[in-house]
């Protein structure tokens, strides 16, 4: 055996190894004696799009909870990066906030899990959207997107009533803002709804009004919880086009959706998980056609049942034809007819059948955005508890 050493080619390694902006390291999050999040670590690549996908239940709003400081972690670690490159060097100095900088005050490196949201927000650069629209519904579209600038705002008034009195800096400040707001209103349709207030426009443009607004923070990172949730197959498209424009800005993303449309369509990253724990973590074509992910995602309890001819053409149907490609072939006409309207009572075997999509908007929701969702009761796990506190 030879003792030489072989680098790695650097055109292999993934760009969420080789340039992460997130880092999460052994994160675990504990609600009493239920592990919501157990042991996880992942990266998400600068400029990259990354799903975090997996069935109700499995940790998903979690892991963003604790990214965006609404949960501190139970352990683990979360590193934002704003300078390129793993290796971007620490400084020493290690304020109370969990701010860490480099000398040169450009490539940050963040630890999230000491800072307070507000903090990873304004200063890591972090960005959310929630499940439920959190807009300012009396406010009109363009005051919600002013709203998101206040911090810069409040700094160009010099903290005092300069803004009153039309301090130079504040004037500008004040411009450049209304001008960022248009810029996002172009992008996300809503130029003609400036006016009018957040709570009047139909579902589909405030969660694209969410977006804009979260987008008025220059964020290093934008994290959206289900942003396709109850849009229609034509705004499903144009949110792809969105994501994909705001990746093309140099702001990486990272989502969670149910929608396997938008999600294999466009990520060029996903992680899934399953309660709790990481089973899978690469590209598009890995994860569709690992026979986890499949097991999981589509609530069958154990890998054979993928032979059943009604559970495989559910996968295509929830999954798309590429799931199934690793799979021993079954003859079409050996499959059982299957209503597309209804997959889940057609398939009737899987042993987890597919539950209606919770109602997070209460809005109506579409036989697209039904189905996805996998349903389960979780696995106990040590001593289940939920008493909604955080250990
Ligand atoms: N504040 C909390 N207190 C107690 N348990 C919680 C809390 N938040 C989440 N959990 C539990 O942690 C587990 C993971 O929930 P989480 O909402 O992160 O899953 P998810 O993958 O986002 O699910 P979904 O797709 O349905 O939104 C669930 O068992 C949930 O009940």
Do not use: C, F, W
């Given at each position: 055996m030879s003792d030489t050493l072989v680098a790695p080619n650097p055109a292999t390694i993934p760009n969420w190894e080789a340039d992460p902006v997130l880092t999460v390291e052994h994160l675990t999050m504990r609600f009493g004696g239920l592990v919501a999040v157990g042991d996880l670590s992942f990266s998400v690549g600068r400029g990259d799009i990354t799903a975090l996908i997996g069935p109700n239940g499995a940790g998903k709003t979690t892991v963003f909870n604790c990214v965006t400081g609404f949960y501190k972690p139970t352990e683990g670690r979360i590193a934002m990066r704003h300078g390129p490159g793993k290796q971007a060097e620490l400084v020493e100095e290690v304020t109370a906030s969990g701010l860490r900088w480099k000398k040169d005050g450009e490539q940050g490196v963040f630890l999230l899990e000491r800072m307070a949201d507000h903090e990873i927000s304004a200063r890591a650069g972090v960005a959310r959207t929630f499940q439920n629209i959190r807009l300012f519904s009396g406010m009109t579209v363009l005051e919600n997107l002013l709203v998101a600038q206040h911090n810069r705002l409040v700094v160009a008034s010099g903290f005092s009533i300069g803004g009153i009195l039309g301090l130079p800096n504040y004037r500008k400040a004040e411009s450049e803002a209304v001008d960022k707001a248009v810029h996002w209103l172009k992008q996300t349709n809503l130029m003609d709804r400036a006016d009018d207030p957040a709570g009047d426009l139909p579902y589909g443009a405030q969660r694209r009004l969410e977006i804009a607004r979260a987008m008025c923070t220059d964020p290093y990172l934008l994290c959206l919880d289900e942003p396709a949730a109850g849009l229609n197959p034509r705004e499903s498209k144009e949110l792809?086009?969105?994501?994909?424009?705001?990746?093309?800005?140099?702001t990486s993303v990272l989502l969670i959706e149910h929608d396997?449309?938008?999600?294999?369509?466009?990520?060029?990253?996903?992680?899934?998980?399953?309660?709790g724990v990481k089973i899978a973590d690469g590209d598009a074509t890995s994860v569709r056609t690992d026979?986890?992910?499949i097991a999981a995602y589509l609530g069958v309890e154990d890998e054979e049942d993928l032979d059943v001819p009604e559970v495989r053409e559910h996968v295509i149907e929830t999954i798309?034809?590429?799931?199934?490609a690793d799979l021993a072939p079954q003859p079409m006409a050996e499959r059982a007819p299957v209503t597309s309207a209804e997959p889940a009572q057609a398939v009737g075997k899987?042993?987890?059948?597919?539950?209606?999509?919770?109602?997070?908007?209460?809005?109506?929701?579409?036989?697209?955005t039904a189905a996805p969702k996998t349903p389960r009761t979780r696995k106990p796990r040590g001593t289940s508890s939920s008493d909604g506190g955080a250990t």
């Open positions: 792809n086009e969105l994501l994909q424009y705001i990746r093309g800005q140099g396997m449309g938008v999600v294999m369509e466009i990520s060029d990253h996903i992680i899934v998980l399953d309660y026979p986890k992910v798309g034809e590429a799931a199934i899987p042993k987890r059948a597919p539950r209606a999509r919770k109602a997070a908007t209460g809005k109506t929701e579409t036989a697209k």
